[in-house]
């Protein structure tokens, strides 16, 4: 995983609550990630960081909002969770464009 | 929607057969990534082509890239036990920073 690291790595929670999702990195990379992966859908990009405080949506943002207030850490967050947004929860890192990712273990997140 | 397409969606061959996975995509391309996701892993990187190469090899594996036809092709050698898992191609057609959009991935078994 190239030192990211995800967490919480399971979580349950109720429909309406917020909910956060953090990703750490320790491989000063410039650009991050937050994907989710349901079935037959493959990996969708919710958001995507090009620096601090640099955010950008991705195909499927609505409901979602990120953070990037230092380098290491890119935060997702579900302002008021819904039963849809149940899912398996991956971040990734790059250091540069053209290059490969590095994903983290992924958080499952049921929404109840 | 999705840029890239993989076919088949699952296949299933003996162990030492040769197992050969498409990608399409639908528009010009910076690279294409081939991914690899254990069952409830991260998805590791495989191997990457840029849009002005036609192939590359990493061990057992080989990669094709047909940019008039808007695909490309992985072809792992000789396919052992370990092999067996999902595989995903992932395209970057951004401009500044890269945004990778994968597929739905192809769902391999390699039988003993």
């Known amino acids: 995983d190239a030192g990211i690291t995800q967490s919480p790595r399971h979580k349950v929670t109720e429909t309406g609550t917020p909910v956060t999702l953090r990703c750490h990195q320790t491989?000063?990379?410039?650009?991050m990630y937050w994907y989710r992966q349901d079935p037959g859908h493959g990996l969708r990009l919710i958001h995507y960081?090009?620096?601090?405080?640099?955010?950008d949506k991705g195909e499927v943002s609505d409901g979602y909002s990120v953070s990037r207030s230092k380098t290491e850490d890119f935060l997702l967050t579900l302002e008021s969770a819904t039963s849809s947004q149940t899912s398996v929860y991956f971040c990734?890192?790059?250091?540069?464009?053209?290059?490969?990712?590095?994903f983290g273990q992924g958080t499952r997140l049921t929404v109840v | 929607s999705q840029q890239g397409e993989e076919d088949p969606q699952a296949l299933s061959i003996q162990e030492g057969e040769n197992a050969t996975m498409n990608c399409s995509y639908k528009t010009s391309i910076n690279n294409l990534q081939w991914y690899r996701q254990n069952s409830g892993r991260g998805l590791v990187h495989l191997i990457l082509i840029r849009s002005n190469e036609r192939e590359k090899h990493s061990g057992r594996l080989r990669v094709t890239l047909d940019t008039s036809k808007k695909s490309s092709s992985l072809l792992i050698t000789a396919s052992r036990a370990a092999d067996t898992a999902s595989y995903f191609c992932a395209t970057d057609a951004s401009q500044g920073a890269q945004k990778l959009v994968f597929g739905q991935g192809t769902r391999l078994t390699i039988n003993p």
């Open positions: 960081s090009y620096g601090v405080k640099d955010t």
């Open positions: 491989e000063n990379h410039r650009y």
């Open positions: 990734a890192g790059t250091g540069s464009e053209d290059t490969e990712a590095f």
